[in-house]
């Protein structure tokens, strides 16, 4: 079955640690999110991809890196320059060329926990 | 300003009586899609509805309704008939077709948390 994937499903990191989390999707898309979610609020874009060996700053960026190496694979890296990281994130993918229309496809999530 | 407004922090529903989940949207972009995710416990965002700015009609899909009125930039989500597996956060999202086309990200608001009661 086609989707995408996060791994770990949870995630523990202690102050001053870097941490990554990945994605992978199998469903052959060009577009790859990261978001983050905090409770009560809704989704805000980390960072983007349209292509391989190319991604942009989404609105809240700081303290984040990514990779795009493969059109498979999007991992985002949470530095210890983030000031505070425990949140819900969440991984999604659009098709090339996709209008206003087409709905976006979102993985399980990682929830990240500073102890 | 913000692009999704979602006024209602928290919504109760009898099972098997209709519920609407408002959300107001904000855009200068004539082309643009709305939708609607459901967001259970368990975390994972399930794509319910979409509405299209120059579609005519409301979308449809089972027991999702959208009540799209384009001059009031309101795109009302319609559970018909609520049931117990209803229960679950509920965000309205916008994507814009022209102004933010290198980006193609959706604009979630803050979401309603749908609470369905036996």
């Known amino acids: 079955d086609g989707g995408i994937t996060q791994s770990p499903k949870y995630l523990f990191r202690k102050e001053g640690q870097n941490v990554t989390l990945s994605c992978e999707q199998n469903l052959n898309h060009d577009a790859m999110y990261w978001y983050r979610q905090d409770p009560g609020q809704g989704l805000r874009l980390i960072y983007y991809s349209q292509i391989v060996n190319d991604f942009q700053k989404g609105d809240i960026a700081e303290g984040y890196s990514v990779s795009r190496e493969k059109k498979e694979s999007f991992p985002l890296t949470v530095t210890s320059a983030q000031k505070n990281p425990t949140a819900f994130y969440l991984c999604a993918s659009l098709p090339s060329a996709s209008g206003a229309g087409t709905e976006a496809f979102f993985g399980q999530g990682t929830r990240l926990t500073v102890v | 300003a913000q692009k999704i407004t979602q006024t209602q922090p928290g919504m109760f529903v009898q099972e098997k009586e209709a519920v609407t989940l408002d959300c107001t949207y904000d855009?200068?972009?004539?082309?643009?899609?709305l939708f609607w995710y459901k967001q259970p416990s368990s975390g994972e965002m399930i794509f319910l509805i979409y509405?299209?700015?120059?579609?005519?009609q409301n979308a449809t899909e089972g027991r999702y309704s959208l009540n799209f009125q384009k001059a009031r930039k309101s795109a009302n989500l319609v559970i018909s008939a609520s049931q117990l597996g209803d229960s679950a956060m509920y965000f309205c999202?916008?994507?814009?077709?022209?102004?933010?086309?290198?980006?193609?990200?959706?604009?979630f608001g803050s979401g309603t948390r749908l609470q369905v009661q036996p």
């Open positions: 855009t200068s972009d004539p082309s643009y899609g």
């Open positions: 999202a916008m994507r814009e077709g022209q102004i933010d086309t290198g980006r193609r990200a959706l604009t």
């Open positions: 509405q299209g700015s120059y579609d005519q």
